[in-house]
């Protein structure tokens, strides 16, 4: 079974940092693009970063400058690591992977179960 697990989430005050991390485990054959989606109350889940496999990597307009997405494929994780954290940040941060688990599957998009960033003002 395919799991993605993140961990790091927490309460920070504003302009704090918070580093999250997501493991990606079990039958792997490729991971692809990987990436962070936050979903605040009431609002519709948004893209925060998203890096590939060769390292390339893309933010949400809101984030950039302030977060910085980087992985390690030997292990299997992706981070993100949050600088100047502001109030609007606060939402529950989710792990995204495009993985396959054998070499004739297509790929198909992995979630985990989210953690919960609090920033305080």
């Known amino acids: 079974q395919v799991q993605l697990v993140e961990s790091g989430g927490g309460l920070v005050q504003g302009g704090g940092s918070l580093r999250l991390s997501c493991a990606a485990s079990?039958?792997?054959?490729?991971?692809?693009?990987m990436g962070w989606y936050r979903q605040a109350p009431g609002q519709q889940r948004e893209l925060v970063a998203g890096?590939?496999?060769?390292?390339?990597?893309n933010y949400a307009d809101s984030v950039k400058g302030r977060f910085t997405i980087s992985r390690d494929n030997a292990k299997k994780m992706v981070y993100l690591q949050m600088n100047s954290l502001k109030p609007e940040d606060t939402a529950v941060y989710y792990c995204?992977?495009?993985?396959?688990?054998?070499?004739?599957?297509?790929?198909?998009?992995?979630w985990g179960q989210g953690t919960q960033v609090t920033v305080s003002s």
């Open positions: 890096i590939t496999f060769g390292g390339s990597t």
């Open positions: 079990g039958s792997i054959f490729s991971i692809n693009t």
């Open positions: 995204t992977a495009l993985m396959s688990t054998r070499y004739y599957e297509t790929a198909r998009e992995y």
